[in-house]
């Protein structure tokens, strides 16, 4: 049971609706994180816009979902676990590539760097070093995606926090924690 009502995108306010109708278009239905989220206009008209801008970024999809399975692992986020596992399917990873991201690995270099440093970043609360930003930098990957790779990281904490905190029910295929397993 969620500990914030999901908003019934049908018979909410006109602002709310306007919002959620993007994602429901996006996904086919509405997922319960963003109707938790719809309790405040603000908060997810502030995630949806991230989740535009990040995708339009310099990170190919592939690896932002990654990156979020990592995160998602790293918290014990069962809900973004699964979702970003369903997404990143359809960004083309692999069942194997989206489990070894789940323990920060991959088998192709930059995406293990990239792997590495985000959940680097959850586990030192951000308090990374210069070596972890310069292993970045060996992997190939430019200052805008560094900040791209971070910024994902960051809006995935808020995801996985909203999950988590909220006790929002799973509406994706489950996939079982590392940490659970």
Known sequence: ???????????????????????????GAT??????VANSPAALQSMWAAFGALG?????????????VAVADRNGC?????AHTALGRKAGATAEQLHQAQAAQSDDPP?????????????KRGQVDDSDVQALRQAGFS?????EILAH?????????????????????????????
Do not use: W
Request: aromatic share 8%; glycine share 4%; with cysteine.
């Open 111 to 123: 995406t293990a760097a990239a792997l590495r440093f985000a959940t680097a970043l959850v586990d």
């Open 1 to 27: 049971m969620s500990r914030v009502p999901l908003i019934d995108p049908q018979s909410t306010s006109a602002d709310r609706r306007a919002l959620l109708q993007p994602i429901h278009a996006a996904f």
């Open 78 to 82: 069962a809900y973004c676990l699964a």
């Open 153 to 181: 990281v960051a809006l995935n904490l808020f995801t996985n926090y909203v999950n988590l905190a909220f006790a929002v029910p799973l509406d994706f295929a489950a996939v079982p924690l590392r940490s659970a397993a």
């Open 31 to 36: 997922p319960n994180m963003f109707r938790a």
């Open 56 to 68: 339009g970024g310099s990170i190919p999809a592939k690896l932002g979902e990654q990156i979020a």
């Open 143 to 147: 200052d805008e995606a560094i900040v």
